[in-house]
């Protein structure tokens, strides 16, 4: 019920004064006309990184649908505090847009003062979503998940687990490992899976919990990384791994990274419509899909109500978490 309650404020926020006092679904004849100016899609990171390959790619299929300039620009900081901070600071008419990445974004502003909450955004959809696991390296002593979770228990701190982030998902799931199953693992945060990466090749950390994208699957793919477990729902076609649900931790599915697009709250809803329809075609879109790799691009497209959702999911699963 908790849930069901943020998922409609969050959409209700999302629609609320965008046209001073007229009805918040109308958004006039500026709404039916849009875009007539250039569109700014901001990066939350540095230019190179997967959100920005999947913005640029995005971009230019914008470009070609909606016959405006769509510019990318890299406003990376504070965990992309930073860019969202601009982004709400923006006219609230579909112009100024911003690629985000759940769970961080939420768990930007359950453990700081970042300047915004989610009922400063409009939602969009979903372009991407990557899902996550916790590996070893090859020679480690730990054949399964369960073997590493009995050291855990047996020598509490002797357990660490490197992380790309200290406030993101896989650093709030490690910590939710610990607080469901009272499996004391110690977080190691790093910027960036490369970090990790490193850190597990050398023996600086026990385990690493990551996102499976195409920057870790290669040392996988070699046998110099063993993956002990996946944290999405389904068991992945492309990763020799049992899933946590499988292994009998049921509650730990909220790991996988959602990249999708925000604008300011109060978009109209003509122009939201406009722009989510330009990501479910781009989804379709062989080249979007081949560049985003369709590994990550899901299968059924998840619009404007489907990203509010995984916004109060994610609040709703990782607030206890963020707050203890």
Request: net charge negative.
């Amino acid at each position: 019920m908790k849930s069901t309650r943020l998922i409609a404020a969050l959409l209700a926020a999302s629609v609320l004064t965008a046209c001073g006092g007229e009805d918040p679904g109308s958004g006039g004849e500026a709404a039916a006309d849009f875009p007539t100016e250039n569109v700014r899609l901001l990066v939350p990171y540095t230019a190179g990184g997967p959100t920005d390959i999947a913005a640029r790619a995005l971009a230019k299929h914008m470009e070609a649908e909606l016959d405006q300039s769509v510019v990318v620009e890299n406003l990376p900081g504070a965990s992309g505090a930073t860019a969202y901070q601009q982004l709400i600071a923006a006219e609230a008419d579909g112009h100024t847009l911003s690629m985000t990445a759940l769970p961080t974004a939420v768990l930007n502003y359950l453990s700081n003062d970042v300047g915004y909450t989610a009922e400063d955004f409009s939602y969009i959809g979903v372009v991407t979503r990557v899902p996550s696991g916790i590996l070893v390296p090859a020679d480690s002593p730990y054949q399964d998940l369960e073997s590493l979770f009995a050291a855990a228990e047996a020598d509490p701190g002797s357990v660490t687990v490197g992380t790309p982030g200290a406030t993101n998902t896989h650093a709030a799931e490690t910590r939710r490992i610990t607080q469901l199953y009272d499996v004391p693992l110690t977080v190691v945060p790093f910027n960036g899976n490369a970090e990790v990466q490193t850190a597990l090749l050398g023996g600086n950390v026990t385990a690493g919990f990551v996102n499976l994208s195409q920057d870790m699957l290669p040392a996988v793919e070699s046998g110099d990384l063993r993956v002990l477990a996946v944290g999405s729902e389904e068991p992945l076609p492309y990763v020799d791994a049992p899933t946590f649900v499988e292994l009998g931790f049921p509650e730990l599915v909220q790991s996988t990274t959602t990249f999708g697009v925000i604008a300011p709250a109060g978009v109209p809803d003509e122009v939201t419509q406009t722009l989510e329809d330009t990501l479910r075609s781009a989804a379709e879109e062989s080249s979007v899909v081949e560049t985003l790799d369709e590994r990550y691009v899901p299968e059924e497209f998840i619009g404007s109500e489907g990203l509010a959702e995984l916004f109060a999911e994610t609040e709703e699963t990782f607030r206890d978490v963020m707050t203890d």
